[in-house]
């Protein structure tokens, strides 16, 4: 009896396992890269059959999909909230230029981006979310920089042209890997601040130390 209740308890509500799996696969894809997510491997980490993992995905192919839109969605919120804390355009802008440009936690988000969007030229399903997640940055980007052109503290006739500069910017120093993060210099570290500060008609210093 003891067993047969100790099964009930933790027995888990199809979304609930399916987040789960979800959540071991963005996991692994942060850590290992895209391609360890197998229906197996997933089995192994929530100690459960493949089988269990494959009734929620027929497909690994949509697994690696939702796994890295989970991660990169999560990443975005953490960067720029929908719904953003108390705190000025020019503050938040700061935070995710700091974030972004340097910062060890962004190392591993980056190089998953990376290795997307060099997976979604076979993988259609991945190149579908790699689509959705760009577009999505995008306009997260650029809602807050029209919010700071809205309450005057940012000049530019275009706020989506100034974000999609920003993020070639930092897509570019993520996509360089011939030097560590001590050996690039700081004028080239903090390319994306100057763009952002000289686009946006800030002074020098404004979104970080010069």
């Not at 989970?70 to 990443?75: D, I």
């Not at 974000?163 to 390319?191: C, F, H, K, N, Y």
């Not at 100057?194 to 010069?210: H, V």
Request: hydrophobic share 45%; glycine share 8%.
């Amino acid at each position: 009896m003891s067993s047969s209740v100790e099964r009930k308890r933790i027995r888990k509500s199809p979304a609930a396992r399916r987040a789960e799996i979800v959540a071991s696969a963005a996991s692994i894809a942060l850590s290992e890269g895209l391609e360890g997510i197998t229906l197996r491997r997933i089995g192994e980490e929530l100690d459960v059959r493949p089988g269990l993992v494959s009734h929620y995905f027929p497909s690994a192919e949509e697994l690696v999909a939702e796994a890295f839109g989970t991660a990169a969605t999560a990443e975005l919120d953490a960067l720029i909230p929908a719904e953003r804390p108390d705190g000025t355009p020019t503050e938040h802008l700061a935070r995710f230029l700091a974030r972004t440009t340097g910062h060890p936690a962004w190392d591993d988000i980056s190089a998953l981006w990376i290795n997307a969007r060099h997976l979604s030229r076979y993988r259609p399903a991945l190149r579908e979310q790699v689509a959705h997640q760009e577009a999505g940055w995008r306009a997260r980007l650029t809602g807050l920089l029209a919010d700071g052109v809205d309450r005057g503290e940012f000049r530019t006739p275009d706020p989506l042209i100034v974000a999609l500069q920003i993020l070639v910017v930092l897509d570019g120093l993520s996509a360089d890997g011939t030097l560590t993060p001590d050996e690039v210099p700081p004028a080239v570290a903090r390319m994306a601040i100057t763009l952002a500060e000289r686009e946006l008609s800030l002074a020098p210093g404004t979104l970080g130390a010069p």
